[in-house]
């Protein structure tokens, strides 16, 4: 074929098909409908991670506005959207309306999607409430009267994602009371909080000091000492007997004046009052936590240094039996210049033998002590030594604690108080209270009222109040450490003095210590417990680290760490409450009871709540809080903590 031939040729078959092509004839033609948006509105949205579906489509939606689900539907497409996930952080509850049908000839715009946050009552549990009148209160606001023990719900509800903060409005009356709140703040999640506790005891008044006391008195720079027997109505009165020695000459004399203590949370701890007798300056005392020991120090300025310690009576028909045991001991007195740490072995039938570590003046020596006794049946006590004058006080009503008093005429004044032992597997841990002590020493011319705090492992923390020759310190603090022997013996030892010995009771509710180093003046003190706790987290100390963008959190690692909570003591211990701040939640798992036995332990699920107020990048201290006490009604309430650390940085 020519080239001519074969371009005409090609030129027909293109017009051919152009043709065709272009023909409406035929039916052989196709077209492409037209499509269109599905979606709508969102209104109210204020949490993370919300979803829409339609089918097999999600939809993420992080803000209000108008949507679009599915961009190419054909009209006569059913479609059907409904919420995938529901939002959190806060949580809350969407409804699609609208959100079904079919598409038409135009975009489908009229989906309506309305969320609204969801609320929860704050609530919990009250107990020990005997008094009437307690009104609490969440976030400042909106008073709800309680008035009875058991569960509580706060109205109105509190909305996720927004903080709560229980508190007291008005306390309990009628009698008056003081009630603690714990896990009482945090944030609302996606569930009613009954966590919050709130135990309520009885403040600390003067019925509590109720009773009949044999106390032993030293003071006046050395030269008088005393065994009085006090009674204390409940009421704030005072009567009761004195017999006197002032330096050998004994007198006797009746005895008059009042008591106060002050009312409060603070006194729920410290139970401090003041004993002022007829004719002479007030006296600062503590009670034991027990309320069988008392001891009391001249701190009034202008006065001279004075101690006292009283046990409480009340039992009848007490025998000599009742001081069966070993009793740890201390002694002062002898021109002001003497005292002692003695190890005592009552028999129960009427015979003292022990050792005494004595201390003249600075100089030391063991001298043996032996003699006789004897308890009457009110409980007061005579002690007679081999070739010694008698002493005579009295032992309380537990039979744990003795006093004694040098009465006898023409000898010099002295005080001795014991405390009984009797275990055998002591350590550091069983003195884990703070203690009001009681100390007399310096030549006659140094006393003081000590509040120290042994910490379970060894170390002391406090504070002192002195009177020196009647010049009164203002608090002063003290660190320092001791150690338990495993048979009760004590040894208390400071930065700045010689160490101080002596022993611990078997309840380890008292212990009493002496100076014996060679070349310091005698001198002894008496600790009561007037708080106690015995628990502790392991570990001490836990971190997060978490992620931020701009100030707002994103996720921390880990999620949740553990915590365990052990009541190390001997004792019961009632866990009344658990709390965090630092923006955490805590989750306790179930084997954590309200009540630890001994060696019990129980586990604290702590994570990390993600609140939407902002958290730039840098670290942050926080506690994790255990509100425990070792007694059914509480009169103390010890917050022990776990230090938290977040660090926040920018991912």
């Not at 709508?40 to 803000?63: D, E, H, R, Y």
């Not at 969801?118 to 549990?125: D, E, M, R, Y």
């Not at 203690?435 to 705090?453: F, N, P, Q």
């Not at 002496?514 to 600790?527: K, M, S, V, W």
């Amino acid at each position: 074929m020519s080239r001519w031939n074969a371009v005409r040729w090609f030129g027909v078959i293109l017009g051919s098909l152009l043709a065709a092509g272009c023909s409406g004839g035929g039916g052989g033609g196709t077209s492409i409908a037209p499509t269109y948006s599905v979606g709508g509105t969102v209104s109210g949205l204020a949490g993370s991670g919300f979803q829409l579906i339609n089918g097999s489509k999600l939809l993420p939606l992080s803000a209000n506005g108008t949507f679009t689900i599915a961009t190419a539907d054909a009209s006569g497409t059913a479609y059907n959207i409904g919420v995938a996930t529901q939002p959190q952080l806060p949580y809350q509850h969407c409804v699609v309306s609208n959100g079904s049908g079919t598409v038409g000839s135009a975009p489908v715009t009229s989906v309506s999607v309305v969320c609204t946050t969801l609320t929860f009552n704050v609530g919990g549990v009250v107990s020990g409430l005997v008094g009437s009148g307690l009104v609490l209160v969440n976030n400042g606001g909106d008073p709800s009267p309680v008035s009875g023990n058991g569960p509580f719900a706060l109205t109105p509800a509190v909305a996720s994602g927004t903080t709560y903060s229980v508190g007291i409005s008005s306390p309990p009356i009628n009698p008056d009371q003081t009630c603690i709140v714990t896990n009482g703040t945090g944030w609302m999640y996606d569930s009613p909080v009954t966590t919050v506790g709130v135990s309520c005891t009885d403040d600390f008044t003067p019925m509590e000091v109720s009773g009949t006391y044999s106390v032993v008195t030293y003071g006046g720079a050395g030269q008088i000492d005393g065994v009085w027997s006090l009674t204390f109505d409940g009421a704030g009165n005072v009567t009761g007997t004195e017999v006197q020695n002032n330096a050998g000459a004994v007198s006797s004399a009746a005895v008059t004046g009042s008591y106060a203590v002050a009312t409060g949370a603070a006194n729920i701890t410290n139970r401090g009052l003041t004993i002022t007798l007829a004719g002479s300056p007030a006296l600062t005392a503590n009670l034991s936590l027990d309320g069988n020991t008392l001891v009391m120090s001249q701190l009034t300025s202008g006065q001279k240094p004075g101690i006292g310690v009283g046990v409480k009576q009340g039992q009848t028909g007490l025998t000599n039996q009742n001081l069966d045991g070993t009793y740890a001991v201390v002694s002062y007195g002898g021109a002001a210049t003497v005292g002692s740490v003695a190890t005592l072995t009552f028999d129960g039938s009427g015979n003292v033998n022990g050792s005494a570590l004595q201390n003249n003046g600075g100089t030391l020596g063991n001298i043996p002590v032996s003699g006789t006794y004897a308890v009457s049946a009110d409980g007061v006590l005579t002690m007679t030594p081999m070739g010694g004058a008698s002493l005579t006080g009295g032992v309380s009503a537990d039979g744990n604690t003795l006093v004694l008093a040098q009465t006898t005429a023409g000898q010099s004044p002295a005080i001795t108080v014991g405390i009984k032992q009797g275990q055998s597997n002591f350590s550091n841990l069983d003195a884990h209270a703070t203690y009001a002590v009681a100390s007399y020493d310096g030549s006659g011319t140094d006393g003081g009222l000590w509040t120290l705090a042994f910490d379970g492992s060894g170390g002391i923390s406090g504070s002192v109040i002195g009177n020196s020759a009647g010049v009164v310190s203002s608090a002063n603090n003290f660190a320092g450490t001791y150690a338990v022997g495993p048979g009760g013996s004590l040894t208390v030892s400071s930065p700045s003095g010689p160490a101080l010995n002596g022993g611990l009771s078997a309840q380890g509710t008292t212990f009493v210590t002496g100076e014996t180093t060679t070349g310091h003046p005698a001198g002894i003190q008496i600790g009561v417990p007037v708080n106690t706790f015995w628990a502790s987290f392991s570990p001490s100390n836990i971190r997060f680290t978490c992620q931020s963008a701009g100030n707002v959190l994103l996720s921390c690692t880990p999620y949740t760490q553990a915590i365990v909570l052990k009541n190390t003591g001997t004792a019961t211990l009632y866990v009344l409450g658990i709390s965090s701040n630092a923006g955490l939640s805590l989750r306790p798992t179930n084997n954590c009871p309200a009540t630890l036995s001994p060696a019990q332990s129980c586990t604290v699920e702590v994570s990390v709540w993600l609140p939407a107020a902002p958290k730039k990048a840098g670290s942050y201290i926080g506690n994790v809080v255990v509100l425990v006490n070792t007694v059914a009604n509480p009169q103390t309430a010890v917050s022990l903590h776990t230090a938290v650390l977040m660090t926040v940085k920018a991912p």
